[in-house]
């Protein structure tokens, strides 16, 4: 028998968590129809001996809802052995919209501010041709390298209903109706599920509460509810953090699950010994939320988290209650602001009372240099902000800003890594087998100057698994596999089994990592991003068609658009 596509002289980790075994595997028609001791030839032969075969890998969080229409790999997932991603995530999404001129421009500046986009990116790629969130999947649909589910984004939904009136305003109850209306019809469309954010980081680029902060939780629910009549669905939040009403951040999830019937996934455990309380506050929403009949996962990155800053995008500066005036003007003014020794002193003090905001220190004594585009002061990458400043004679606040200004705002800085330390890494293991919590948190897609998270599958496969030993091989690949699948309802998904869809990585087990990362300049318009190649990662099959070999595209397309009913089932809260 001839076949499309033969993996041979592979180790097969299926996952399942089954032990790892010797195999072929062979592909017809986008599906595998054979394992094992695969006899016949095939058009196309992948030599994988000494390597690890697997189902490809599952990234629950993203926000690849821009990238698409610039990066058809949707690089660098697809690199590092990502063969699906869920993106539309926390109500921010690029359709529904109304049709008029403002409210697309609306949201794409929001997006740029609330998601760390590049505007210029944005304005120079997205040109909406579509309306209707059918009108979205089908301008995507089978362009891109890897398999992507989009969610119907809140903000989205908001805007398309009430115009202006989305920011500032309760939806009167002829809204609420025009926006399940528009809900149903995306779902019907393919929509995956109902994303939101109730979270007070989340503003606008006029510095205003995003559009689904501004909705009751009644208005949340209400659209909640929709799901349930639609099969394969499933809700995403960004909880609230309401210290006048600290129950909120675990009734609203709860009352959202209930109405749809529907799990909901929330983002973000940050796993850190010294924020012990936290983690166990956080952690025990998933039982609590089961106690009441609900169904309610966290997401856990798959490493420490790096926050890296800059002067230009400000994410995370702005958080900084002092600062957000000061972040949210034109590059020209910013520096002249920062030359003004009154405004640096103010910012300073801000920093040094806010920053617990953030999650950032209180001064820069700490940072690490990691990115300038100029030679001249290429000696200070990769050193201590302090180390500046005791060479230049200054305090490290006024070192920072002069060499941020002397730079353009073209300087990236980071702060030290949130639980990196050994304490916190001798909990990870015990938080991702938390039965309700999920490996996920990537943000990939987004953030694209200022987080480290977006390679969550090699940095699973290589620290956690291979150098700390947290996880077997076996188990490590079903974390990133079949666990998400049957989490999400992705069906033929996760597995290698007969039938299956065949989404493949191939890999080896010995080097398989995430390569430093390093910014580079690739986007529309020439703006930079962090970037990292994957180590180890042979070849990533999509759909039956290899779109990657290493790190480079092979030059064919294997993805399509995920719909729900159609390539997702419905999980039971119950």
Known sequence: MDYDLKISGGRIVDGTG????????????????????????????????????????????TH????????????????????????????????????????????LAMLSRVEGMPLASLEAAIKPSWTSFGGYLDTIDGKLAINTAFLVGHSALRRTVMGERAVGHEATPDELEAMKALLRESLEA????????????????????????????EETVALSQVLSEFPGTWLELIP??????????????????????????????????????????????????????????????????????????????????????????????KIAAMKDPEVRRRLEKGMAEQHANTGLPGKFDNFLIEHLPSQKNAQWIGKHAHELAEASGKSTFDAIFDLAIEEDLQLSISGPELGGDEGSWALRGDVWRHPYSLIGASDAGAHLDSINTFAITTQLMGEAVRERGIFTLEEGVRRITSHLA?????????????????????????TIDCAPIEMRYDLPGDQMRLYAESIGVHHVIVGGVPVARGNEPTGRIGGRVLRSGHDTKTVAIA
């Open 190 to 217: 393919g929509g995956c599920g109902f994303s939101t954010t109730a979270s007070p980081t989340h503003s606008d680029h006029n510095g205003d509460p995003v559009p689904s902060r501004w909705a009751t939780d």
């Open 64 to 107: 690849y809802d821009a990238a698409a229409f610039w990066d058809p790999m949707l690089s660098p997932s697809v690199f590092h052995g990502v063969t699906t991603v869920l993106a539309g995530n926390c109500g921010f999404t690029l359709a529904p919209l109304s049709g008029r001129k403002e409210d697309a421009d609306y949201l």
């Open 240 to 333: 609230p953090y309401d210290p006048e009403r600290p129950g909120r951040r675990l009734d609203l999830p709860v009352q959202m699950s209930l109405a749809a019937q529907r799990p909901l996934n929330w983002n973000l455990i940050v796993v850190r010994a010294e924020g012990r309380e936290m983690l166990e506050s956080q952690l025990a929403m998933g039982p609590a939320a089961a106690e009441r009949g609900a169904k309610v996962f966290g997401l856990v990155p798959a490493a420490p988290i790096k926050a890296i800053v800059n002067f230009r995008s400000g994410q995370l500066l702005e958080s900084l209650g002092d600062w957000h005036e000061f972040i949210h003007q034109p590059d020209e003014s």
């Open 18 to 61: 089954a032990a790892a075994y010797a195999g072929d595997v062979a592909v017809n028609d986008g599906r595998i129809v054979a394992i094992g001791e695969v006899e016949g030839d095939a058009h196309e032969t992948i030599d994988a001996a000494g390597a690890v075969v697997a189902p490809g890998f599952i990234d629950c969080h």
């Open 486 to 510: 049957d989490r999400f309802g992705l069906t033929g998904r996760g597995r290698i089994e007969q039938g299956a869809a065949a989404d493949l990585v191939v890999f080896d087990p010995d």
